[in-house]
Nanobody, 122 residues
Framework: QVQLVESGGGLVQAGGSLRLSCAAS????????MGWFRQAPGKERDFVAV????????SYVDSVKGRFTISRDNAKNSLYLQMNSLKPEDTAVYYC???????????????WGQGTQVTVSS
């Protein structure tokens, strides 16, 4: 099983940018579809973005399209989320996760990181 550790969260003003990273170890990183999810206080964990095994296919929730970019570097066992034009409503704990198939459903993700806090001030 792969192990995941996120980093890169922090406090940023609205309109700013952050780049989240997710370092993988253990089993072969390139065997997994990778996704980013987020959970705001008092809310359920929601899908943000997903990327296929080789990185050629991506999907995003509508609210982040055009602002966020998911990418991966299989040689470095790493997943990234570039977040631009951040809004206060993007404030949440962000999680990276691994799945055996391409999916936007959190139920199909078998391994999760511990999360990293992103706070966007207005």
């Amino acid at each position: 099983q792969v192990q995941l550790v996120e980093s890169g969260g922090g406090l940023v003003q609205a309109g700013g940018s952050l780049r989240l990273s997710c370092a993988a170890s253990g089993r072969t990183f390139s065997d997994y579809t990778m996704g980013w999810f987020r959970q705001a206080p008092g809310k359920e964990r929601d899908f943000v973005a997903v990327i296929s095994l080789g990185g050629g296919i991506t999907s995003y929730v509508d609210s982040v399209k055009g602002r966020f970019t998911i990418s991966r570097d299989n040689a470095k066992n790493s997943l990234y989320l570039q977040m631009n034009s951040l809004k206060p409503e993007d404030t949440a704990v962000y999680y990276c996760a691994a799945a055996p198939i391409y999916s936007t459903s959190s139920n199909l993700y078998t391994t999760w990181g511990q999360g990293t806090q992103v706070t966007v001030s207005s």
